[in-house]
């Protein structure tokens, strides 16, 4: 029997960071924060950039971008968490907090997922996440806000308006 664990923070679940032990989710109580599920070998993949900049850009006023790789979308993130890293910080200089390669979809879906995919983006899409790169705001009451798809740059007027917003909050 499963537990049905949509609605409650997602910022509560375990995970293991990507160069291991713990990821302490809990530390971002309190923080706005964009997770993001994202792969090295993608057409997205440059969107790394702009997650960079807006984790630089907002980091002091306590947001955070934290990536979470996943293989699940034609096997576009095939690494192991070390060359994950190296890719990460040699192409795009991401300073931003990394979790183990989960996968997001499925009977495997991550718990963390599982709280993620429930919410509907402004085009009234939930469930399954799409492709590498959809992106989940999360407020600093621990709940999801908003939803982006994979195609809306993480520098977009629309994801800097709905950070600022909760920032503000």
């Known amino acids: ?18 160069q291991g032990g ?62 994950i890293a190296e890719f990460c910080s040699a192409t795009y200089g991401v300073s931003f907090p990394m979790t183990e390669k989960v ?11 599982e709280r993620l995919v429930g919410f509907a983006d402004a085009d009234g899409h939930s469930g399954d996440v799409r492709w590498n790169f959809e992106k989940f705001l999360i407020g600093r009451d621990g709940e999801v806000v908003a939803r982006f798809s994979p195609q809306t740059d993480p520098e977009s007027a629309e994801v800097v308006a709905a950070i600022e917003e909760r920032l503000a909050a």
């Open 22 to 83: 713990p990821a302490n989710l809990s530390q971002y109580a309190g923080k706005v924060v964009l997770v993001v599920n994202v792969a090295s070998k993608c057409g997205l993949t440059p969107q790394y950039a702009g997650l960079e900049r807006l984790h630089e850009r907002y980091a002091q006023r306590g947001f955070t971008v934290l990536g979470v790789p996943c293989n699940q979308f034609l096997g576009q993130e095939p690494g192991s968490a070390a060359e």
């Open 1 to 18: 029997m499963t537990t049905d664990i949509r609605g409650e923070s997602p910022l509560t679940v375990e995970m293991d960071a990507l």
């Open 103 to 113: 996968e997001v979809n499925g009977e495997g879906r991550h718990p963390l997922y």
